[in-house]
């Protein structure tokens, strides 16, 4: 059978188990799913946080997820993989993004996972703006993303 | 060509899109950030750390000194923070 790829950006949230049950569903191939969700924090640095707002470039964010997707695939024997980045008034506690990979084995469904969130972090157009209890202001970009992206190209 | 404006560039600039015509000297997107920070105390705020300054042509990023000659899309925006 061939790799069912689902790559989508949305306000609304998303339901995990349904997305694994899309990706996995009459198909008897999957040994192995790994499910990542990035959750907005209540918290940042000691500073209580009221809500993120998620903006992206339409178009080039999708581009940029497909093209880290596809060598995703290239990299790892996936069956298949859904992305879903959500945009929009994000509150403490909701989902903002989610990574789904399978596999046949938990290995690659597990680096696959890790490599597509690495790379959707340092390189796909999105930007969080913070809303605290005083001040409002874009959340700076961490080195540490970007070299966790680069170790993938090592080795 | 079209340029459009993310985040904090946005914001500066105070448009997220806008229709240009750079003079031919402007070749790279490195001249174009130096073109566009000489239009106006918004655009001199958006451009004037330009190393911070991501830019993409077409939806794909590129650097510096790309050449902005065959663009039909320009970007600049602050460095990424999505996941």
């Given at each position: ?15 995990i ?18 499910s990542f969700s990035g959750i ?55 989902n903002?993004v989610l ?57 | ?83």
């Open positions: 059978m061939t790799a069912q790829v689902s790559i989508r950006i949305q306000e609304a949230d998303f339901d188990a349904r997305e694994i049950a899309a990706l996995t569903g009459g198909r008897t191939d999957i040994g192995a799913v790994v907005c924090r209540g918290r940042e640095g000691g500073e209580a946080i009221s809500a993120l707002t998620l903006e992206h470039y339409p178009g080039m964010a999708e581009a940029e997820i497909a093209r880290h997707a596809a060598a995703a695939m290239a990299r790892w024997p996936l069956t298949g993989l859904t992305v879903i980045h959500r945009v929009g008034r994000i509150a403490p506690g909701e903002i990574v789904l990979t399978a596999s046949q084995h938990r290995q690659a469904a597990f680096q696959a996972a890790e490599f597509l969130m690495d790379y959707l972090k340092a390189s796909a157009p999105f930007w969080k703006r913070e809303e605290g209890a005083d001040r409002t202001g874009w959340v700076d970009a961490r080195a540490h993303d970007d070299e966790a992206a680069a170790r993938w190209t090592k080795s | 060509m079209k340029v459009k404006y993310f985040a904090w560039v946005r914001e500066r600039v105070g448009k997220a899109e806008e229709n240009i015509e750079p003079p031919p000297d402007v070749q790279t997107v490195a001249d174009l950030i130096g073109w566009l920070a000489q239009r106006g105390e918004g655009y001199a705020h958006a451009f004037e750390t330009p190393r911070v300054i991501r830019a993409a042509i077409d939806h794909a990023h590129v650097k510096s000194d790309a050449t902005i000659a065959s663009a039909r899309e320009i970007a600049f925006f602050p460095p990424m923070t999505g996941g």
